[in-house]
């Protein structure tokens, strides 16, 4: 055998480690913000649930057709509907890092998402719930262009009046202060304590930390140092 195919057969093989990391948060939270800049940094692949159901649904896959129904009646897609999406999604994702946005939203679909994507660093962002409710609440559009406005950072010329067309703006239901507060209150009962179920975790080699704050770009120093060294650290 010639002597460059035997040096090349002596090579180890790599034995880099895929990451799987979450980041958790309450809905207008600033999850999207944080994600974005960590796909940036850190070359991750973000996959949202809601992108995914969203994805399923527009080409009308057996999955999406599933859950579209569940969807337009304004209720949960199941926990197996979305865990079978998920896993389909990180079948062909073998050696990139992995940020799951959206998923699990409960101590069960954690459980579930063990046995085939286990979790090594958890993003836990805890933004007080009376900041959320006034950034959404702030937010007026002109629907007919999509043009969107924040009375506390973006404000329209003339209040209350798109600036190109000068028509009245309008808050969709999604916004109002009472459609907020319900799915915070959701939230709460609901995933907040997939925040203590991680911390627990934490033996079993699954590295959590909390960030607490108002605005995401002053959070995001501390995720990404926390990151970084994570990734450092993991074998």
């Not at 979450?22 to 973000?46: E, Q, R, Y």
């Not at 627990?200 to 970084?228: H, M, N, W």
Request: hydrophobic share 35%.
């Amino acid at each position: 055998m010639p002597n460059n195919l035997r040096q090349v057969a002596a090579r180890p093989m790599s034995t880099k480690r895929v990451v799987r990391a979450i980041i958790l948060g309450a809905p207008g939270g600033g999850k999207g913000t944080i994600s974005s800049k960590l796909v940036n940094d850190f070359n991750f692949i973000h996959i949202s649930t809601g992108d995914l159901l969203r994805e399923h649904v527009a080409r009308c896959s057996d999955l999406g057709n599933q859950a579209k129904g569940f969807m337009t009646a304004g209720k949960f897609v199941p926990d197996a509907l979305v865990l079978n999406m998920l896993e389909e999604r990180l079948h062909g994702i073998k050696d990139r890092n992995v940020l799951l946005d959206g998923t699990p939203r409960n101590i069960t679909q954690a459980q579930s998402l063990k046995a085939f994507c286990p979790i090594d660093l958890v993003i836990a962002l805890d933004v007080p719930h009376d900041t959320i409710i006034r950034r959404i609440s702030s937010r007026w559009v002109h629907l007919p262009s999509g043009r969107t406005y924040n009375t506390e950072y973006k404000p329209s010329i003339v209040p209350g009046r798109d600036d190109v067309t000068g028509e009245k703006l309008q808050q969709r239901d999604d916004d109002k202060e009472e459609t907020v507060r319900a799915r915070l209150d959701a939230y709460e009962k609901m995933s907040r304590p997939l925040v203590e179920y991680y911390a627990a975790a934490q033996q079993d080699l699954v590295k959590l930390q909390k960030f607490q704050g108002t605005e995401s770009d002053a959070i995001y120093p501390g995720v990404r140092e926390f990151v970084s060294k994570s990734l450092g650290d993991l074998p």
